[in-house]
């Protein structure tokens, strides 16, 4: 319906606006068809948000369903194996995907913030941003460690850490029974081995 609104209101328009005819009496048809107009781009704009939300409704249970596999930080990683709250979003955009993966069970909570970008150039402004922000959210300063060729930027107090290998960017929060060290090499490896 709406791919033939648009051709048959200008041969309407076209038709009524011929010889002899007093163009104003056009002035509420234009108004009529551009309210038809407009009620079609909200009622498409309505449908596709919904099917958005079902779409992200259906991803979020998928990637819930298969966490185990996902390049996050699990409770499990820390020694709790208890069942946890689980929460996840996902972001893409045609120069990368970003990740936010949290569980909680009473006093453990253990996050992590996985952007991958198309290049290594691409995931230095995320980088900046998550360094910024971090320091501010925390209300710490990060302590600077290298190790094994790779620089990483440690929250000591919330046992936060933030680093970038290659395109891929990473910040996470972990409970006291998870070094950093230990948290950041297996998110590593986990990424490795989900690409």
Do not use: H
């Not at 038809?36 to 704009?45: P, Q, T």
């Not at 990740?99 to 913030?113: H, M, R």
């Not at 922000?133 to 930027?153: H, I, L, M």
Request: proline share 3%; net charge negative; aromatic share 10%.
């Amino acid at each position: 319906m709406g791919k033939g609104l648009i051709p048959a209101g200008l041969a309407l328009l076209r038709a009524l606006s011929g010889d002899g005819r007093n163009k104003q009496k056009l002035f509420p048809l234009v108004i009529v068809l551009s309210a038809l107009m407009f009620g079609m781009i909200l009622f498409a704009n309505r449908q596709m948000s919904t099917a958005s939300r079902a779409w992200n409704v259906q991803e979020r249970e998928e990637l819930l369903a298969r966490a185990d596999t996902l390049p996050v930080l699990r409770l499990a990683d820390s020694g709790d194996t208890a069942e946890a709250k689980q929460a996840v979003q996902t972001n893409r955009s045609l120069l990368g995907s970003n990740l936010l993966y949290a569980e909680q069970e009473g006093e453990n909570y253990i996050f992590t913030n996985c952007t991958v970008m198309r290049s290594e150039r691409l995931a230095g402004p995320i980088f900046d941003y998550l360094y910024d922000q971090a320091q501010k959210d925390f209300n710490e300063t990060f302590t600077e460690y290298s190790e094994n060729g790779r620089v990483y930027y440690v929250l000591e107090k919330a046992n936060g850490c933030l680093f970038q290998d290659g395109e891929a960017v990473y910040f996470f929060t972990a409970p006291s029974s998870l070094s950093w060290r230990d948290a950041a090499e297996l998110l590593t490896q986990r990424l490795a081995g989900s690409l």
